[in-house]
């Protein structure tokens, strides 16, 4: 059975931080495109960082550049994104997403995590 299950989210102050993990299982991580993709109501899906599954490089939306960063363990199956200096904006349901390509598209995602909340505010 394919799993991809998100933890870390929660409550933060603005300016605080937060360290995501997404643990999976059901099939191999390392021959797959890997993102987090995060979800806030009314503004749809946004990706917001990448890993390759080639050359193993890291990207960065616009929005998080400088301020998240992106890591694999591949040996463990297992996904980061860890948040610093987070901002009211940064509010969203997060989702670690396994596909062809880097994207937010579902036709180019072959496994979803199940999201976890982030909720940046004073």
């Known amino acids: 059975e394919v799993q991809m299950v998100e933890s870390g989210g929660g409550l933060v102050l603005p300016g605080g931080s937060l360290r995501l993990s997404c643990a999976a299982s059901g099939f191999t991580f390392s021959n797959y495109a890997l993102s987090w993709v995060r979800q806030t109501p009314g503004k749809g899906l946004e990706w917001v960082s990448g890993i390759t599954s080639g050359t193993g490089t890291a990207t960065y939306a616009d929005s998080v550049k400088g301020r998240f960063g992106i890591s694999v363990d591949n040996g463990k199956n297992t996904m980061y994104l860890q948040m610093n200096n987070l901002i009211p904006e940064d509010t969203a349901l997060y989702y670690c997403?396994?596909?062809?390509?880097?994207?937010?598209?579902?036709?180019?995602?072959?496994?979803w995590g199940q999201g976890t909340q982030v909720t940046v505010s004073s």
């Open positions: 997403a396994a596909g062809s390509t880097l994207s937010s598209e579902e036709r180019h995602i072959n496994y």
